[in-house]
């Protein structure tokens, strides 16, 4: 069994990580959202252009797609 621990929803011009398996449909324009960087966000309409918006940075990092970057 898959075990869905984020979904990707574009939101405020970014890319960001949700929390959970993606909802029975996408989620609505305008929609509160809360990320996994902590933000509060309203989703977009979901577009073939708004899906090449950056990903946000703070999220790839809190889905551990990304390392943390050292000093």
Excluded: D, F, K, Y
Excluded at 49 to 62: G, H, S, V
């Amino acid at each position: 069994m898959i075990c869905i621990e984020h979904h990707w929803q574009p939101a405020e011009q970014l890319c960001h990580a949700v929390e959970g398996a993606l909802p029975a449909g996408p989620h609505r324009a305008g929609e509160p959202l809360t990320t996994l960087c902590a933000q509060h966000v309203t989703a977009a309409e979901p577009s073939a252009l708004n899906w090449m918006w950056p990903t946000c940075a703070e999220c790839l990092r809190a889905a551990g797609r990304m390392p943390e970057t050292g000093s």
